[in-house]
């Protein structure tokens, strides 16, 4: 049981480039979500799901697309990279959206040159 | 739209000194989350509360959910280094348009001086 995968672990990208975010969960969750993490901002959520074929914006969701095929994965794809969107990246799932505890993944650290 | 304002930011503390983190919401709750971040690590889940004035306990920390609802504490007696890390809350909206929404703190992080 692996819980929540996400990668790459690192990554460093030029201005403008695009890619993608992996995240993957293997306890069937049905709530999954896109998280930020910026020195003294806390988490600040970027796009959440509720289930496959169910996607919503967060508070922070320009720049980013997601998609929900499955129920084990959501990507998070950076359209055009910006200096902005260095960060860390957690993804999250839970068993249901209100009330579960989240499981987080190991994170991805985004530079953005 | 729904604030969860966390203080302080930093908390350095000597070994064995007590620490707390309080965490305040701009709407009503229907519970309240607490997580612990390592430095370079993830958040983990510590615990949840949500019943108004709940309090619980998990060894030396202690966690207090407000009478409305609306705040919550934090409490670690006797400060071990292995408490250093990040400590987040996460207040899930109790109504309104933002219902069902999870908003976190901004942590407050604890450095611990042997």
């Known amino acids: 049981n692996a819980g929540v995968t996400q990668t790459p672990k690192f990554q460093v990208l030029k201005t403008g480039q695009s890619m993608t975010l992996q995240c993957a969960q293997d306890?069937?969750?049905?709530?999954m979500s896109w998280y930020r993490q910026d020195p003294g901002m806390g988490l600040r959520l970027i796009h959440y799901?509720?289930?496959?074929?169910?996607?919503d914006q967060g508070e922070v969701p320009n720049g980013y697309n997601v998609s929900r095929s499955t129920t084990e994965d959501f990507p998070l794809r950076l359209l055009s990279a910006a200096p902005s969107q260095t960060s860390v990246y957690f993804c999250?799932?839970?068993?249901?959206?209100?009330?579960?505890?989240?499981?987080f993944g190991d994170g991805t650290r985004l530079s953005i040159l | 739209g729904q604030q969860v304002m966390q203080i302080p930011q930093y908390q350095h503390v000597q070994e064995g000194e007590d620490f707390t983190t309080y965490c305040n919401s701009s709407?009503?709750?229907?519970?309240i989350q607490w997580y612990k971040q390592r430095p370079g690590g993830h958040p983990v889940f510590l615990i949840q509360?949500?019943?108004?004035?709940e309090v619980k306990k998990q060894k030396r920390l202690t966690f207090q959910f407000g009478e409305a609802k609306k705040n919550s504490s934090l409490h670690i007696t006797a400060t071990q280094t292995t408490d250093v890390g990040t400590y987040f809350c996460?207040?899930?909206?109790?109504?309104?348009?933002?219902?069902?929404?999870?908003?976190f703190g901004q942590g407050t992080i604890l450095t611990v001086h042997p």
């Open positions: 996460a207040g899930t909206n109790a109504g309104g348009t933002s219902y069902g929404k999870l908003t």
């Open positions: 306890m069937n969750h049905e709530y």
């Open positions: 509360l949500v019943k108004s004035g």
């Open positions: 999250a799932s839970s068993y249901d959206r209100v009330g579960q505890p989240q499981h």
């Open positions: 799901s509720v289930g496959a074929g169910i996607t």
């Open positions: 709407t009503t709750l229907s519970n």
